[in-house]
């Protein structure tokens, strides 16, 4: 059996979250290997979520929020983008490489944005192969 | 009915269907290819077989025409079935190994190339879904099988092109493999139907959505190219409509409606390019309209977002953006400006940068004008951050390259030679105007409309028609921007909510609920219904499997599916099955909760249930739709989107929603033109105002100001206004006030002012505030003002007008941008252009002999300004433009003025000694202690901060707050006056309401723990998070949070928490996805 990522998505309520409705309105195809996490921004996820994530055995992790100026809150998606910074500089001292977590900014309109998004992260993930975390803890 | 059974399974059905029907409703998926719900079963495929075991003569047969009989065993998945499908499968792929539903099936089979090597030269499978199409549908037999055994193939009689085609496509649209080119066929040029939408850039089908915003958003038939409306046929849509929603009866009706008021909002047309055959729109291809070029801009548009052009589907490197197309052209008989277009040009062209940085734009103009809140920096970006050259000239010809189909554009540079440029796209700038239709439907209404088309306003009231009770907004008045149309939009409401304000609510009904089931925490009993949506879910998903799933997981009760939830009577069970079941959570899998959230919550308040212990799983739009060809993987998922639904809900409390009383009165600050405007708005609808003015005079700017552009007389109208004010028995005037001190939030504000003139200070108690402080005429430092008697500002010029105190006044020089695009304040004031001519044209009308120097950089006469510009031009007013580098030169020479200015168009130095000296002083806001009593936002240039510079111009992103007037940024009265209104209506929105709901998924705090950090003061947007002084606890002002869960996030031990996404429930759905 060939190897088939996971991704977690933590998107917000109003851009992100939309672009995946209108992929599938539109009927876009993408893997079926995302499971998609709604929030009201892209502000309210915690890198904690990420990290959970990630040592649950997660694949991939991907935050969707609205393009910068355009956050339906006025600047969450700004304060995803610096606390992704600093979680970015975490991860790469994990040893996590920067493939496996991505901060995308995906607007209501965008929806095959999202599909080619998920499309592109499973091929990089399918190279990479399965995540550390799922076997480390194994003896 | 006769009694069958297929795989093991009991089914009913009526006589006379097939065994794929039955199969269908059983849940049972049977893989076809040549069969089609609206066409007649024909067999061909042979992929649909299944084995007949009992009941009947045993032995393979095609599942679409054999009919069920009673008694009837069927088999679909033998080994027999498995393998003589896969021969099928073999036989079809050796036809078209590139056919892909084919191949999708075959690998279901194990089957990756066919053992059998391709002959055929076309790649028809010979399945006769078009011959069957042709005859059954469209009645037409156009196509048949003609030869027979290998040569056997789809054609029309003698291989001639048919004269009896209709060219409708189906043949084509059906085909699987695209094997059949309808071209082939019909004797007619076949013609695209081309989206109107997309401006002709993509095609659509005869049943469409208009657009992807469309309201309601549902398709509807195009009846002009119906073939059932034209030729009685077809009907294909009816066929495979499984809500049989297709009604073909439906016809337009007449209705009646009794009402208070008119708003009249038709909006306007673009000016028809075609009109200007310079430019070759519609014979060269590469020639499009800004429109055009939007479309091909937008995520949602024809080619996605990719930037084509026309011609060869390339991309284009070097793009031309041609201004001014309709606009200011007398000869085409626009003669104002269409005040968007320069805009517009630099948003597509930086938009164009940003797709694609190798892109070259060029802006060809006659002025630029940036004359909106912030246009001037988005400009100046444009031009120094994203390399968009912008050249001052009106192109002559555009000459189409025969090989490239590139574009010559001949034009004048700076140098005053006339050079030849190649350019890969031409976008031209269509300006606005009144459509035709609109022209008489403004007839039929009894609208005045001016010389150009757009309906007459009332003095100074940019939203009142001259016939009483009907108001106009928008592009129909004059052309504009999508802030000024919003602002004009509030306004029309206030105007009408004035006349009705009488009427408010009287047409309202409310829904009764029944009182809410005790929630006891203990454990939870959770219903999952899930949806078919049709074939939408059903046709993807096995749902059967997903139900029973759902049953299998923790605290499920209940699990069923359904064909619609959606559907009355599916609602209906679902209450049923809460009381039944005693449901404490429920969970519906179906669509995107952004589509029916709200209805499933009402649903289950309506059985008793709190509205948030609910919960969507979308395994339609985020799974059945995006998955199509691999359903096996898409059920798995739908079954994990489930599960984590289903997690979360266990762990979902109910939520209640707060509410607060609202104080029914507002308060005003500042007393000019916007702010009594406000004031007598806002009195007018019912509401009780108190209105402050620091002087101790109201009218504010006014005062100084005489006469408008186009004759209205400014001192009578403020006059009537301030008596207006005076008299009116809701509206509190309090003159020499200042602010002290606001307190509290949105419906209940306390504010303390000091009235110096008694020395004391008072309370005041409002639900909201309108913030209309205007702002100040800036005071030269330049060009001697100050110091020679003979340099004034255009105010100081409009009173010796007035006065008539002009003797002697035969030489006058204005310089315009005198504080304003410069350094220091690096913005437009948007009203100093239409005030040099206002002046100018006044001058020469008392002294014709007069001549006048305008000293200018961009002259931003928008609107039906530009009429006074022309004017002034025709009357001699000489104008010169200089460059913001080059700026006038002004000297004192024996005491008379000299100055001194580089003309572009002879190239050289002029100079002039004139008689007066006048400077068009700019507009600067003076606003930093009011937005820091009040926690409000500036812009860069100190003008207050509205939500969203475009859909919300007049509010805050703190609620019951509002903004107009020069507060808001520089603007003319009449603009001012729309702002005051709308700002009213604003305010209205919330004063007319007794109670104000809170957001439901607001934080919460754990009081024990909560340390007073303040962190989630700082990160909250909308001033909602307060850490009380005493208690040191952070709470939750729950009328002003908007629910984005940043505090929350913020928290650091976690102490708040937002509602409905609390951590514990989204480590749940965590945990159950990766589980």
Redesign the interface.
């Known amino acids: 059996m060939e190897f088939e990522p996971k991704i977690i998505a933590f998107v917000c309520n109003w851009c992100t979250y939309a672009a995946a409705d209108l992929a599938g309105t539109s009927r876009i195809q993408y893997p079926p290997n995302v499971r998609i996490i709604r929030l009201m921004c892209s502000g309210a996820v915690d890198p904690i979520y990420i990290l959970k994530a990630l040592l649950d055995g997660a694949d991939g992790v991907l935050i969707g929020g609205c393009h910068p100026g355009d956050c339906h809150y006025q600047n969450g998606n700004y304060k995803a983008r610096r606390r992704f910074a600093i979680l970015r500089t975490i991860l790469r001292d994990l040893g996590i490489p920067d493939e496996r977590v991505r901060l995308e900014w995906i607007s209501a309109s965008e929806g095959k944005k999202f599909a080619d998004t998920i499309t592109n992260m499973v091929e990089e993930l399918k190279k990479l192969g399965p995540s550390p975390f799922k076997t480390m803890w194994e003896i | 009915m006769v009694n069958i059974i297929i795989n093991n399974q009991k089914i009913k059905i009526e006589e006379g269907k097939t065994i794929l029907e039955a199969a269908e409703k059983a849940g049972i998926s049977i893989p076809t290819l040549c069969y089609h719900k609206a066409l007649s079963p024909y067999g061909a495929c042979r992929i649909c077989l299944v084995e007949i075991v009992g009941g009947g003569r045993p032995g393979l047969v095609a599942s679409c025409q054999y009919p069920v009989k009673e008694g009837l065993v069927i088999e679909t998945d033998t080994e027999r079935v498995r393998k003589t499908r896969k021969i099928m499968l073999e036989l079809i792929l050796a036809r078209n190994p590139n056919f892909e539903r084919a191949k999708e099936i075959a690998r279901e089979y194990g089957i990756i190339k066919s053992r059998i090597e391709k002959k055929e030269k076309d790649d028809c499978i010979l399945c006769g879904l078009c011959v069957r199409i042709c005859k059954e549908r469209m009645g037409q037999s156009v196509l048949s099988f003609i030869n027979r055994g290998y040569e056997r193939k789809i054609g029309s009689p003698f291989d001639k092109k048919s004269p009896i085609c209709m060219g409708c496509g189906a043949c084509a649209f059906i085909c699987p493999t695209g094997a059949i080119k309808s071209e082939a066929f019909c004797e007619k040029d076949l013609i695209p139907l081309l989206s109107e939408f997309e401006k002709g850039m993509g095609t659509r089908p005869v049943i469409n959505i208009l657009y992807?915003q469309a309201v309601p958003n549902a398709p509807v038939i195009d009846k002009e190219h119906c073939i059932y409306f034209n030729k009685e046929k077809c009907q294909i849509c009816k066929a495979v409509c499984e809500a049989d929603a297709i009604d073909y009866t439906m016809e337009e009706k007449k209705g009646y409606l009794d009402v208070g008021a008119i708003i009249f909002s038709p909006g306007f047309d673009l000016f028809d390019p075609h009109l200007k055959g310079e430019y070759g729109y519609g014979i060269y291809k590469n020639v499009i309209t800004s429109r055009q070029f939007e479309r091909l801009l937008?995520?949602?548009g024809p080619s996605?977002?990719e930037i084509i052009r026309p011609s060869d589907g390339k991309h284009p490197k070097k793009i031309a953006f041609i201004s001014c197309v309709g606009s200011r052209d007398i000869v085409c008989g626009n003669e104002y400006c269409s005040s968007v277009c320069c805009m517009y040009s630099t948003k597509e062209a930086i938009i164009a940068k940003e797709h694609d940085p190798e892109i070259e734009a060029t802006i060809f103009y006659m002025d630029i004008r940036a004359f909106g809140k912030g246009f001037e920096r988005y400009f100046n970006s444009a031009r120094d951050n994203y390399g968009i050259r912008y050249i001052k000239c009106m192109p002559s010809k555009i000459i189409e390259l025969q090989q490239s189909k590139n574009l010559r554009i001949t034009y004048r540079n700076d140098n005053n030679s006339f050079v030849e440029e190649e350019f890969d796209l031409v976008v031209l700038a269509t300006g606005m105007k009144p459509s035709e239709e609109v022209k008489k439907l403004a007839s039929k209404l009894g609208l005045e409309l001016n010389e150009y088309g757009f309906c007459e306003k009332t003095d100074f009231f940019p939203t009142q028609t001259k016939t009483p009770g009907i108001f106009i907004c928008g592009a129909i008045g004059e052309p504009k921007d999508i802030p000024e149309t919003i602002v004009e939009a509030s306004s029309a409401a206030a105007e009408a909510s004035k006349l009705l304000s009488q009427a408010r609510g009287t047409l309202i009904s409310k829904k009764e609920y029944p009182e809410e089931k005790p929630f006891i925490d203990e454990e939870p009993r959770i219903g999952v219904f899930i949806c078919h949506c049709g074939r939408n879910i059903g046709g993807v998903i096995d749902v059967p499997k997903v139900v029973e799933y759902a049953r299998s997981l923790p605290y499920v009760v209940f699990a069923e599916e359904y064909l619609y939830t959606c559907s009355q009577d599916s609602l209906e069970k679902i209450k049923e099955e809460i009381k039944r079941q005693n449901l404490t959570r429920v969970v519906v899998a179906s669509c995107?909760?952004?589509t029916h959230a709200p209805l499933f919550r009402d649903t289950i308040r309506e059985a008793g249930l709190n509205p948030y212990l609910f919960e969507m799983a979308?395994i339609?739009?985020?799974?059945s739709?995006?998955?199509?060809?691999?359903p096996g993987?898409?059920t798995?998922?739908a079954k994990?989107?489930v599960a984590?639904a289903v997690a979360k809900a266990a762990l979902l409390s109910p939520i209640r929603q707060v509410s607060v009383e609202v104080n029914k009165d507002g308060l005003i600050i500042g007393g000019g033109i916007t702010g009594m405007i406000t004031a007598i708005s806002l009195a007018d609808q019912g509401f009780d105002v108190h209105l402050i003015e620091k002087t101790n005079q109201l009218g504010g700017h006014a005062n100084n100001l005489y006469f408008t552009i186009d004759g209205k007389n400014i001192q009578e109208f403020l006059k009537r206004i301030i008596e207006k004010v005076e008299k009116h028995e809701r509206i509190h005037v309090y003159l020499n006030a200042e602010v002290k001190e606001i307190s509290g939030y949105l419906g209940n504000y306390k504010t303390i002012i000091h009235l110096k003139d008694e020395n004391k200070s008072m309370e005041l108690l409002h639900g909201i505030i309108v913030i209309a402080t205007g702002a100040k005429e800036y005071k030269p430092t330049e060009y001697f003002y100050g110091k020679n008697p003979n340099v004034i500002t255009q105010t100081e010029f409009e009173k010796k007008l007035v006065k008539k105190d002009i003797s002697g006044l035969n030489k006058v020089v204005m310089i315009q941008c005198v504080g304003s695009r410069d350094e220091e304040h690096p913005y437009c004031s948007r009203i100093c252009c239409s005030h040099a001519i206002k002046n100018a044209l006044k001058l020469k009308e008392i002294n014709p002999e007069a001549q006048i120097i305008i000293l200018y950089r961009d002259i931003r006469t928008y609107g039906f300004r530009e009429k006074y510009y022309l004017e002034a031009r025709r009357k001699g007013v000489l104008f010169i433009q200089y460059n913001e580098k080059e700026k006038p030169k002004v000297n004192e020479v024996n005491g008379k003025l000299q100055v001194k200015v580089n003309d572009p168009v002879i190239g050289e130095e002029v100079i002039f000694e004139p008689d007066l000296l006048v400077l068009s002083a700019g507009i600067y806001a003076d606003n930093e202690e009011l937005s820091q009593t009040l926690k409000l936002p500036l812009t860069e240039d100190g003008f207050f901060m509205e939500a969203h510079a475009k859909i919300r111009p007049l509010d805050f992103?703190t609620d019951g707050i509002f903004v107009a007037g020069l507060a808001h940024s520089p603007r003319t009265i009449e603009e001012s006056i729309a702002q005051a209104n709308g700002a009213s209506i604003r305010a209205v929105s919330i004063l007319s309401k007794d109670k104000i709901l809170a957001k439901a998924?607001i934080p919460k705090v754990n009081e024990k723990w909560c340390s007073g950090c303040g962190i989630c003061e700082e990160?909250c947007?909308y001033n909602a998070r307060k850490v009380d002084p005493e208690t040191k606890i952070a709470e939750v002002i729950e009328v002003l949070c908007?629910?984005?869960?940043?505090c929350?996030?913020?928290c650091p031990n976690g102490v708040s928490q937002?509602r409905y996404?609390e951590?514990k429930e989204?480590?749940a759905?965590?945990?159950t996805?990766?589980g």
């Open positions: 992807p937008s995520a949602s996605q977002g995107t909760p952004t979308s339609r739009e985020h799974c739709w995006v998955h199509m060809k691999e993987k898409a798995e998922k994990e989107l984590m992103t998924e990160v947007p908007q629910a984005c869960g940043a929350a996030m913020a937002q996404f951590m989204i480590f759905i965590i945990d996805a990766l």
